[in-house]
């Protein structure tokens, strides 16, 4: 997940589904509309979507925005591309791990935001832990996160082929920890409540996504595949015809493009969205 530029160009998903979140969900977020007003969005990615649809929910443009990422090619890449924006910054941040040299530079936020990011995050309640110590009192939060998606058992299914085992050893770590979960509603509650939220909601959509033919799904893969680094350009693209064969099999290709010569796939998820206060 260290590609920005191919981020850029094959987060259609990510994009669709941000925009409706803030479109349905950006007025509950408790804007004060002052200069001095403070937001954090975690997992920023190329910075696309905050730029694009949080920055212009809020009431003041100039307003203090960070957009933080795990990942350093992304944050120097958002960077760069958004120099021209004086109020708006970027820096690394694991959220699921030890944040207390975060906490010092930064300080504490009015709002925090979170767009495709945290069911990457192994450890969830360190991770809503952090987001509540990186709030402010009275501060709220709006995340969008996968409860659930085939992208995860297509990895588990070829991290138990011969040929590729050796690359997804740690396959257990990209998938979603509520995949499996027979009430993921009821489980991010607990951690919720646990790390100290008391005003919370808590919203599972199904939801479906179509990918224009085979080049499309490959490019969205790639974008956010968390193992090609480990393989040879030769394996990733190998990798990707294999992952295509397993998506066929699943059933998620369906009926042929406008130019009768490629594959739509239809990709159902759960999508999960948790409005909380501080």
């Not at 990918?211 to 893969?221: M, P």
């Not at 397993?246 to 490629?262: F, H, I, K, P, T």
């Amino acid at each position: 997940m260290n590609k920005p530029n191919l981020y850029l160009r094959s987060n259609g998903l990510q994009r669709r589904d941000a925009e409706e979140i803030m479109n349905k969900y950006g007025q509950q977020l408790q804007w004060k509309g002052d200069a001095k007003e403070s937001l954090l969005d975690i997992g920023c990615g190329s910075g696309d979507v905050l730029i694009d649809f949080v920055i212009p929910a809020m009431p003041r443009a100039d307003a203090q925005i960070l957009g933080t990422d795990v990942s350093e090619h992304m944050v120097r890449f958002a960077r760069k591309a958004h120099s021209s924006r004086k109020n708006v910054f970027f820096d690394t941040l694991d959220i699921g791990a030890e944040i207390n040299y975060f906490l010092d530079k930064w300080g504490q936020f009015d709002h925090i935001t979170s767009f495709y990011c945290l069911h990457w995050v192994r450890y969830q309640n360190l991770a809503f832990s952090n987001i509540f110590s990186l709030l402010k009192t009275g501060g709220d939060c709006l995340l969008a996160f996968l409860a659930r998606n085939p992208i995860f058992d297509i990895y588990g299914q070829l991290s138990r082929s011969s040929k590729w085992t050796k690359y997804l050893t740690d396959v257990d770590k990209y998938i979603s920890p509520y995949q499996y979960c027979e009430n993921p509603a009821a489980e991010i509650g607990e951690i919720l409540s646990s790390v100290g939220f008391s005003e919370y909601k808590i919203q599972i959509t199904d939801k479906i996504y179509v990918y224009e033919g085979i080049e499309s799904l490959k490019k969205a893969v790639q974008a956010v595949n968390p193992f090609s680094e480990r393989m040879t350009r030769n394996l990733q693209e190998d990798f990707l015809n294999d992952y295509i064969g397993v998506v066929q099999g699943m059933s998620l290709s369906q009926d042929y493009c406008e130019n009768g010569n490629d594959y739509k796939f239809i990709t159902p998820y759960k999508l999960v969205v948790v409005y909380a206060v501080k």
